[in-house]
């Protein structure tokens, strides 16, 4: 009981510093404590670091408010230094059009999003307002 008063009154000065400390990211911080080490400084660090931060604006309030908190003793390691690494490019390309054969993939190029093709699209179209053209693509479709 202790311990999780401490770790209460950190999520509190969390929230007092602007962090959104959500009732559910402090539930995932107590629950991420309790599987790892609760007595470890870097374990608790870890845990609040991944589960109440919601986003890259908090770390240096997480930071500032961890150390502030917490402070550091003279046999506790140094903090770890965690870089966020950048979200990943992402490349569309139409359905229709990819180039290759089906299944092919470049298993080093860049993750790649493909959009509806026009058929998919018709698939969920009520065919009494398809326009014209629409209607022309719906008959070549059924006649294949």
Do not use: K
């Amino acid at each position: 009981a202790g311990a999780d008063a401490v770790l209460l009154g950190f999520v509190r000065a969390l929230r007092a510093a602007g962090i959104d400390a959500s009732a559910e990211r402090m539930y995932a911080f107590l629950r991420a404590v309790a599987v790892l080490r609760p007595g470890m400084r870097a374990d608790v660090y870890a845990a609040g670091r991944a589960t109440l931060c919601g986003g890259p604006d908090d770390l240096e309030r997480y930071e500032r408010v961890f150390a502030a908190y917490f402070g550091a003793t003279a046999g506790s390691p140094p903090l770890p230094t965690v870089r966020t690494p950048p979200p990943p490019r992402l490349h569309t390309r139409d359905a229709d059009g990819g180039g290759g054969t089906p299944g092919e993939r470049d298993p080093l190029g860049p993750p790649t999003a493909a959009l509806a093709s026009s058929t998919e699209v018709l698939r969920h179209r009520d065919i009494a307002a398809l326009d014209a053209v629409e209607r022309a693509q719906l008959h070549r479709l059924l006649a294949a």
